[in-house]
């Protein structure tokens, strides 16, 4: 169950429901995150709920058989907003758009796509600094100087940055130059590195891991809640299957399940997905149509001359077609839903 807690609870009040919920021998976690403030029970014993939501000090509670429970839809039926910047939202009503390279590699690439992205009215810019690649051999990133010299750019046009972290003592270097943490497919049951994006007050973008469940990536996601930080949003990047034609098996699928059992935002990540640039574009239309609330996609002035993934990313024109055809796509969708 989930126990929201008045923000004016007494000393009085928190020690009788602790009274209470031990009486029903249930095990309770707190939380508080930077909008509330929850008690989580678990227990087995049957128990009448209005034993507990009718005691002094209690805002609400919710019955929640998932595991995860404060990511569950379950006891939260309005979907989650996240503020990305001002006038910038994620989430059900709201299409966000991130785009740019797989890594950043100078100043000249990053000037050139600011101006790309400011041309086509896109303000949030994905690229990596700190890369995790197969192989020990290729080009891992410029780093924390790079994401300064990014950030330097990105702040003047008034344009917001995604970067993936991967490791739990990235995270306070990199808080002043970044607008949402990446947490990469990699990293996707990292679970120190998730719990210590908890305690931070900056959207994450969770991707889901390359052989992982839904399920799991849900579970993932309740680590960020449970330590503190509401502003989560889940993305579908495509997982590891049998087949072999292309990188990845993007989960449709999974966009549409995700929004039924989740307040989170969810994104689509066709670039990953597919691994196919000529193909890109398709995919990303249909994860918008199966329910996405965004998309994030790699674009590069020259993708044959990119330091990584130039398999899988657009250049300028093709990015610029996507970009309304996307826009255009999910004012359908919304019409759609009217109907169905």
Known sequence: MIIQLDPHISVEQREALSQQIKNIRYKTTHVKTQFGEYLIGVGKQEFDIRRIGSMPGIRDIHR????????SKKWKVEDTNIELGPGLH???GN????????????ESQVVAIINHLVANGVTLMRGGVYKPRSSPYSFRGLGLEGLQMWHHHAQAAGIKIITEVMMVEQIAPMADYIDIFQVGARNSQNFNLLDALGEVDKPVLLKRGMSGTIDELLQSAEYIFSHGN?????????IRTYETAYRNTMDINAIAMLKEKTHLPVIADPSHGIGLRSLVGRVALASVMAGADGVIMEVHPTPEKAASDGQQT???????RLYQGLR????LRRQLERHV
């Open 64 to 71: 929640v058989s998932d595991d995860y429970k404060l990511v």
């Open 90 to 92: 994620a989430g059900t």
């Open 95 to 106: 299409f966000t758009l991130m785009a740019g390279p797989c890594s950043i590699e100078d």
């Open 230 to 238: 509401e502003k989560i949003m889940l993305c579908e990047r495509g």
């Open 314 to 320: 657009l250049n300028f024109q093709e990015a610029g």
């Open 328 to 331: 255009d796509a999910y004012e």
